[in-house]
C-alpha cells in the first residue's frame, strides 16, 4: 500500500525558512516525478515544484529562486526546501507521485495527507 508521509510544516515569519520532508512507502517511486502541490483557505490546489527521477525540477513562478526540490533515492524521500517566505506560501502542502513533469493535479495518483505551513507578517 503506498503512503506518503508529509512532515516539517509550521509557523514562520515573513522572511524565515521551512524544509518539508516527504517520506514514501510501498510502492515503487524511483521512475516516478515527485510533485509538491499547496492549497490555501478557499483557492484551489496548485503546483509548486517536481522533481524526477534524473533530479531534473521544475516550479511555479511564484517560487522560483525561493523554493527548492530534491529528493534521495534511497531514502525514498523528497524535500521542499523552503526559503525567503511570504504570507501568500500559507497553505496545506501536499506531496504526490506522478508519471511526469506535470503541472496539472489530475496526473498524479498518489498523495500525502498534508502539511500545515502558516507564514506571518
Known amino acids: ?3 506518503l508521509v508529509e512532515s516539517g510544516g509550521g509557523l514562520v515569519q515573513t522572511g524565515g525558512s521551512l524544509r518539508l520532508s516527504c ?3 510501498g510502492g515503487t517511486f524511483s521512475s516516478y ?3 509538491w502541490f499547496r492549497q490555501a ?3 484551489e490546489r496548485e ?3 517536481t522533481v524526477g527521477w534524473s533530479a531534473d ?3 511555479a513562478d511564484s ?3 525561493r523554493f527548492t526540490i530534491s529528493r534521495d533515492i534511497a531514502k525514498n524521500t523528497v524535500y521542499l526546501q523552503m526559503n525567503s517566505l511570504k504570507p501568500e506560501d500559507t497553505a496545506v502542502y501536499y506531496c504526490a507521485r506522478g508519471t511526469g ?3 496539472n493535479s489530475r496526473q498524479y495518483d498518489y498523495w500525502g495527507q498534508g502539511t500545515q505551513v502558516t507564514v506571518s507578517s
Do not use: E, I, L, N
Request: proline share 8%; no cysteine; charged share 10%.
Open 33 to 35: 516525478f515527485m510533485g
Open 101 to 103: 513533469p506535470w503541472r
Open 41 to 43: 483557505p478557499g483557492k
Open 57 to 59: 525540477t521544475y516550479y
Open 63 to 65: 517560487v522560483k529562486g
Open 1 to 3: 500500500q503506498v503512503q
Open 23 to 25: 517520506a514514501a512507502s
Open 47 to 49: 503546483f509548486v515544484a
